[in-house]
């Protein structure tokens, strides 16, 4: 999260694109903040249905 926002508002590089305008707002930063959060969680899930299927197969 801290390296998009870092390219985004310090560098004023356009890492999502047009879309989104590089100087800082709060909408674009909870936006950021909010599928950062998402993203890591699905993951997260994603691995511990991974591990306990391991688990269970005994590996």
Do not use: D, Q
């Amino acid at each position: 999260m801290l390296g998009i926002m870092g390219l985004l508002f310090m560098f004023h590089f356009p890492v999502l694109g047009p879309a989104v305008s590089v100087s800082f707002s709060f909408l674009t930063a909870g936006s950021i903040f909010l599928f950062v959060f998402l993203y890591s969680w699905l993951w997260v899930e994603m691995a511990l249905i991974v591990i306990k299927r391991l688990k269970m197969m005994n590996i």
